[in-house]
Nanobody, 115 residues
Framework: VQLVESGGGLVQAGGSLRLSCAVS????????MGWYRQALGKQRELVAA????????HYADSAKGRFTISRGNVKNQMYLQMDNLKPEDTAVYYC?????????WGQGTQVTVSS
């Protein structure tokens, strides 16, 4: 399984960004996917997660009401719509996919929110 993120960038507080994760390889093995982020000097944290079929989602408290995770119509895409961004959302955002035996990570995309 290979994951490639895109869509990061610089945005002012209150603005929006949409992150995309392109998935390739043995996608049929994936049980769930998610977005994580890691700010400078901090531990990586879960932002949002979604089951393989998109039936269930989970959000960190910091993301609830502002971020939306989704799978594409073709299941080799995953998205994170981020609205009302805040400076504290500044971090490298990583796409994650989990199978029964292994986790996979993308290379990350930088999101910077200016005040």
């Amino acid at each position: 399984v290979q994951l490639v993120e895109s869509g990061g960038g610089l945005v002012q507080a209150g603005g929006s960004l949409r992150l995309s994760c392109a998935v390739s390889g043995s996608t049929f093995k994936i049980d769930a996917m998610g977005w994580y982020r890691q700010a400078l000097g901090k531990q990586r944290e879960l932002v949002a997660a979604i089951t393989s079929g998109g039936e269930r989602t989970h959000y960190a408290d910091s993301a609830k009401g502002r971020f939306t995770i989704s799978r594409g119509n073709v299941k080799n895409q995953m998205y994170l719509q981020m609205d009302n961004l805040k400076p504290e959302d500044t971090a490298v955002y990583y796409c994650n996919a989990g199978t029964l035996f292994q986790e996979y990570w993308g290379q990350g995309t930088q999101v910077t929110v200016s005040s």
